[in-house]
C-alpha cells in the first residue's frame, strides 16, 4: 500500500539554525500539508500547496517557513531561523483531491536546542 | 469557524471493556469525519470516516456513526485491547478554506491494562 515518508525521522537543532525536513508524498496524489503538533498539544494545521504554489496557510506559517516541491516527488518544510517553540512534531499528509482522505506520513520530531 | 469538540483523556480500560470516546463538531454544511489514532512513537493513521449524515465508519472493531441531528461521531469498540493503547483524535476538513484542511480535535489518551 503505497504511504507518505518523512525524513529525517527525529531533527535536534540550535536556536536560531535553519531545518529543511523532507516528505515523499504518495506518488498520484496532487495536494499536499503539514501540520505540526507540540508535545501534548494537539495537530495543527500549517500549510497546504497545489499546483506548485501555497493554497492555504495558518497564521503559524510565518516568514520563518517555506515550502516547495523541488522536483517530481519531495514536498519539504524549511525553517529558516529555528526558535525554540518551534519543537514539535511536524507530519506531511497528501491526498489526491482536495476534498478527498489525508494520508500522513510518520513525522519528524523535531528539537531546538 | 468549524471546531471539534472531543473528550478530555486520559481513559484507562481494562481489557475487554467497551470504549466510547465521545466527539462532537460544529460546521458549515455537512463535511466528512474522521477519526485518527496515533499509536505511541508513531505518527497518525487513519482508522475510520464517514462521508455523509447516518454514515457508519468502521475498522479494527471501531466504530463510529455520523450523527447529523446531535452533530457527533462519537467513536466506540465494544472490546478493547492492549494494542488499542493509543491517542485518539476526531477531526473535520475545515471546508472555510479552499483545500479542507483538517481541524483536529484536542486527542483522546487510551490505556488499556491487562
Known amino acids: 500500500e503505497p504511504e507518505v515518508t518523512q525524513t529525517p525521522s527525529h531533527q535536534v537543532t540550535q536556536m536560531g539554525q535553519e531545518v529543511i525536513l523532507r516528505c515523499v508524498p504518495i506518488s498520484n496524489h496532487l495536494y499536499f500539508y503539514w501540520y505540526r503538533q507540540i508535545l501534548g498539544q494537539k495537530v495543527e494545521f500549517l500549510v497546504s500547496f497545489y499546483n506548485n504554489e501555497i493554497s492555504e496557510k495558518s497564521e503559524i506559517f510565518d516568514d520563518q517557513f517555506s515550502v516547495e516541491r523541488p522536483d517530481g516527488s519531495n514536498f519539504t518544510l524549511k525553517i529558516r531561523s529555528t526558535k525554540l517553540e518551534d519543537s514539535a512534531m511536524y507530519f506531511c499528509a497528501s491526498s489526491s483531491g482536495s476534498q478527498e482522505t489525508q494520508y500522513f506520513g510518520p513525522g519528524t520530531r523535531l528539537l531546538v536546542l | 469557524g468549524d471546531s471539534v469538540t472531543q473528550m478530555e483523556g486520559p481513559v484507562t480500560l481494562s481489557e475487554e471493556a467497551f470504549l466510547t470516546i465521545n466527539c462532537t463538531y460544529t460546521a458549515t454544511g455537512y463535511p466528512s469525519l474522521f477519526w485518527y489514532v496515533q499509536y505511541p512513537g508513531e505518527g497518525l493513521q487513519l482508522l475510520l470516516k464517514?462521508?455523509?449524515?447516518?454514515d457508519k465508519g468502521s475498522n479494527k472493531g471501531f466504530e463510529a456513526t455520523y450523527r447529523k441531528e446531535t452533530t457527533s461521531f462519537h467513536l466506540e469498540k465494544g472490546s478493547v485491547q492492549v494494542s488499542d493503547s493509543a491517542v485518539y483524535f476526531c477531526?473535520?476538513?475545515?471546508?472555510?478554506?479552499?483545500?479542507?484542511?483538517?481541524?483536529f480535535g484536542k486527542g483522546t489518551k487510551l490505556s488499556v491494562k491487562p
Open positions: 477531526a473535520l476538513p475545515d471546508y472555510g478554506g479552499s483545500q479542507g484542511n483538517l481541524i
Open positions: 464517514a462521508t455523509k449524515a447516518d
